[in-house]
């Protein structure tokens, strides 16, 4: 199964506030709180409903999504 490497994310994002901040550049007006995205780094998982505005923004920023990405088949 493939999954998002979500610390990943927020490593090179710079923690919640640094993808919050990419969030409000590429998706102005989300409406998304500080405690929420922290709460997703805490989780390492993001939500269904936000996975395409984060990898939206991640593309904005310069990365592919394929870095992200992890093959937890091949760690089988």
């Known amino acids: ?8 994310i927020f490593r090179v994002s710079g923690g ?5 901040d990419w969030l ?3 998706q102005p007006g989300h409406g998304l709180a500080y405690n929420t ?3 997703w780094g ?3 998982t993001i939500p269904a409903r936000w996975v395409g505005a ?5 593309e904005q920023q310069g990365h592919s999504c394929r ?3 992890i ?3 091949e760690f089988a």
């Open 42 to 44: 805490r989780r390492e």
């Open 71 to 73: 093959d937890n088949d």
């Open 1 to 8: 199964m493939v999954t998002f490497d979500v610390p990943h």
């Open 54 to 58: 984060v990898l939206y923004c991640v």
């Open 37 to 39: 995205v922290q709460m």
């Open 16 to 20: 919640p506030r640094g993808l919050l």
């Open 67 to 69: 870095e992200f990405l």
């Open 24 to 26: 409000d550049r590429h």
